[in-house]
């Protein structure tokens, strides 16, 4: 079942949290770095201001369960929907339906989330709301396609952006204010039809197997991670 229409919107929450289990993928590249990240955010967010802007589902939101207080910020009612589900027994959790641009935070965050909204959203206004919601020593974890990494090796010609051909266009948005403390990349993969992925994934094991320990010097996952911390 699809969870996006034509314009990449999101009609589909529930789809949206079980696109795993259509795809091999999916479900092979989401076993890679879900599990890696929840731990970065379960490690980072203890005691503390948590942001998720662009939470979606709140997947990632639920794993800061010892956070002091969690903005979940979404523009997606839909989304919001299956949030809701997700973090009903949070009671530090408040869920908001906004555009980034338009949130206006109450507080500083001590960890801002922002995780599948890079390829969505205007990178400048996304990063001068991070800018505006952090402080000194805030964490800002950073998820995006590797289209944006200035050493992608699949880059889309089908949608070519502009920024794509723009080397590390993402780290060079943070350099003057954020310090990159920790990076990482997954799923060395490369497309191939549905119904075919499970003779490709041997393959792709093999490819990630073999890139691991090269992955944050030379990054060639399909999607890239960046820790930085407010200078």
């Known amino acids: 079942m699809n969870y996006q229409n034509k314009n990449l919107e999101y009609t589909n929450a529930e789809a949206y949290d079980k696109r795993g289990e259509s795809s091999v993928l999916e479900k092979y590249v989401l076993e890679l770095w879900q599990p890696f990240l929840k731990n970065i955010v379960a490690g980072l967010s203890s005691d503390k201001i948590v942001i998720d802007l662009g939470c979606g589902t709140c997947e990632y939101a639920q794993a800061a369960r010892e956070a002091k207080k969690i903005y979940a910020v979404d523009v997606s009612e839909e989304m919001l929907g299956v949030c809701r589900k997700k973090m009903e027994n949070f009671k530090q959790a408040e869920i908001i339906n906004s555009s980034i641009e338009n949130f206006v935070s109450p507080i500083l965050a ?6 599948g909204i890079w390829e969505y ?3 400048g206004k996304l990063y001068e709301k991070i800018k505006n919601i952090t402080q ?9 396609p590797n289209i944006y990494n ?3 090796w699949m880059r889309s010609l089908v949608k070519w952006r502009r920024v794509a051909i ?3 266009f993402i780290k060079k948005l943070f350099r003057n204010n954020f310090t990159l403390v920790d990076s990482d990349s997954f799923g060395t993969v490369f497309w191939f039809p549905k ?15 073999f890139w691991k320990p090269f992955q ?7 999607n890239v991670y ?3 911390e407010r200078k």
């Open 195 to 209: 119904k075919l992925q499970f003779l490709t994934k041997p393959i792709w094991k093999l490819e990630d197997w």
């Open 121 to 123: 959203a205007d990178l």
């Open 150 to 152: 200035g050493l992608n």
């Open 226 to 228: 960046y820790l930085f």
């Open 216 to 222: 944050k010097f030379l990054p060639v996952g399909v």
């Open 136 to 144: 000194s020593g805030s964490k800002v974890i950073v998820v995006f």
């Open 110 to 115: 001590d960890l801002v989330i922002t995780i």
């Open 166 to 168: 723009r080397p590390s």
